[in-house]
């Protein structure tokens, strides 16, 4: 086969509908526009959600709820996330970020009690749960709560 060869599956192309080619193509004159009125005219038509004075249908639904504006992005690791750290390593912030745990914007980052841990490892986070805490000192290591 050469590149010349190469064309479409059958039934993948279609050719574009040709608007306004006289009365006889099936789409000319008015192409598929209407007679008169702002659909028609070129630039016409109504903004998104529109309905035609009647209320739209965002207003008409009920609210609920509200976004609290002062919520803090806390960023979780568990524990089992920390084996890719070699043994007896510091573990910061920006040992997490380096090594793609933690993305993105956040207040703090919270430790979890998921999975085991292999080797000691020192970490500073903002916040740890218990079993979390419990599992890195069995472990060897120390947590360090800034």
């Given amino acids: 086969m050469k590149l010349h060869e190469l064309s479409p599956a059958r039934g993948s192309r279609q050719a574009r509908k040709r608007l306004g080619r006289g009365v006889a193509s099936g789409q000319g004159k008015t192409a598929g526009r209407g007679t008169k009125g702002q659909g028609s005219r070129s630039g016409g038509?109504?903004?998104?959600?529109?309905?035609?004075?009647?209320?739209p249908i965002h207003r008409r639904l009920p609210k609920r709820g509200f976004t609290n504006i002062f919520k803090k992005q806390i960023a979780i690791i568990n524990v089992q996330d920390l084996n890719r750290f070699e043994s007896g390593s510091q573990i910061d912030?920006?040992?997490?970020?380096?090594?793609?745990?933690?993305?993105?914007?956040?207040?703090?980052?919270?430790?979890?009690?998921?999975?085991?841990?292999?080797?000691?490892?020192?970490?500073?986070?903002?916040?740890?749960?218990?079993?979390?805490?419990?599992?890195?000192?069995?472990?060897?290591?120390?947590?360090e709560v800034i």
């Fill in 45 to 55: 038509g109504v903004r998104p959600g529109y309905e035609g004075g009647q209320m």
């Fill in 93 to 143: 912030d920006v040992a997490l970020v380096q090594q793609g745990l933690v993305k993105g914007r956040y207040d703090a980052i919270k430790l979890l009690g998921k999975g085991e841990i292999e080797h000691p490892v020192q970490i500073k986070v903002n916040a740890v749960s218990k079993s979390a805490q419990a599992k890195i000192t069995a472990a060897g290591g120390t947590v």
